[in-house]
T-cell receptor, first 111, second 114 residues
Framework: RKEVEQDPGPFNVPEGATVAFNCTYSNSASQSFFWYRQDCRKEPKLLMSVYSSGNEDGRFTAQLNRASQYISLLIRDSKLSDSATYLCVVNKVTGGFKTIFGAGTRLFVKA | NAGVTQTPKFQVLKTGQSMTLQCAQDMNHNSMYWYRQDPGMGLRLIYYSASEGTTDKGEVPNGYNVSRLNKREFSLRLESAAPSQTSVYFC?????????????FGPGTRLLVL
């Protein structure tokens, strides 16, 4: 089992739709959590950190459920420019600091 | 403030040739990383350096060597390239942001080994 697993996608949604991505992690010692965005043929870029209380940045909402070891990203009012791959990222410190990237979920937003 | 820079952007090698991928960061970060990204595989850590003068193996170190030249620069060397090393290579550095260690990536090097 992978340490960080994401919905395989791709997600194909119309403009204006709400879309949710899920991510589960296997190591309960994981300490910090992020969503990164990667455009085609570009580098991953930090979208937002994920806090225990949940956090929002404009149309994006991230949530963390430590008990279920589950992270989510909600995108409201999707734009064409949201088309990208979204990577779930987990930092853990047990056995040495380590950052683990999920394989990513591809999103296509259509006009 | 350029962030993380990588050279070259593209490279074609023949099997058995060697090359060095260069990476530099201007964010005064202690930690730097080299990843490879292949279709359907996600990012896999090759080597990392927690601080100047130290390097450690990641998930897929075979066939690669690294040098942490100074705090800014971290290079990746392929001594004898193989077709299995065809990939996109990303360098990253990390620093604390909002209470967590956050990674920042360079633009990548696309390598084709024939």
């Amino acid at each position: 089992r992978k340490e960080v697993e994401q919905d395989p996608g791709p997600f194909n949604v119309p403009e204006g739709a709400t879309v949710a991505f899920n991510c589960t992690y296997s190591n309960s010692a994981s300490q910090s959590f992020f969503w990164y965005r990667q455009d085609c043929r570009k580098e991953p870029k930090l979208l937002m950190s994920v806090y225990s209380s949940g956090n929002e940045d404009g149309r994006f909402t991230a949530q963390l459920n430590r008990a279920s070891q589950y992270i989510s990203l909600l995108i409201r009012d999707s734009k064409l420019s949201d088309s990208a791959t979204y990577l779930c990222v987990v930092n853990k410190v047990t056995g040495g600091f380590k950052t683990i990237f999920g394989a990513g979920t591809r999103l296509f937003v259509k006009a | 403030n350029a962030g993380v820079t990588q050279t070259p952007k593209f490279q074609v090698l023949k099997t058995g040739q060697s090359m060095t991928l260069q990476c530099a960061q201007d964010m005064n970060h202690n930690s730097m990383y080299w990843y490879r990204q292949d279709p359907g595989m996600g990012l896999r850590l090759i080597y990392y350096s927690a601080s100047e003068g130290t390097t450690d193996k990641g998930e897929v170190p075979n066939g690669y060597n690294v040098s942490r030249l100074n705090k800014r620069e971290f290079s990746l060397r392929l001594e004898s390239a193989a077709p299995s090393q065809t990939s996109v290579y990303f360098c990253a550095s990390s620093g604390h942001s909002g209470g967590a260690e956050t990674q920042y990536f360079g633009p990548g090097t696309r390598l084709l080994v024939l």
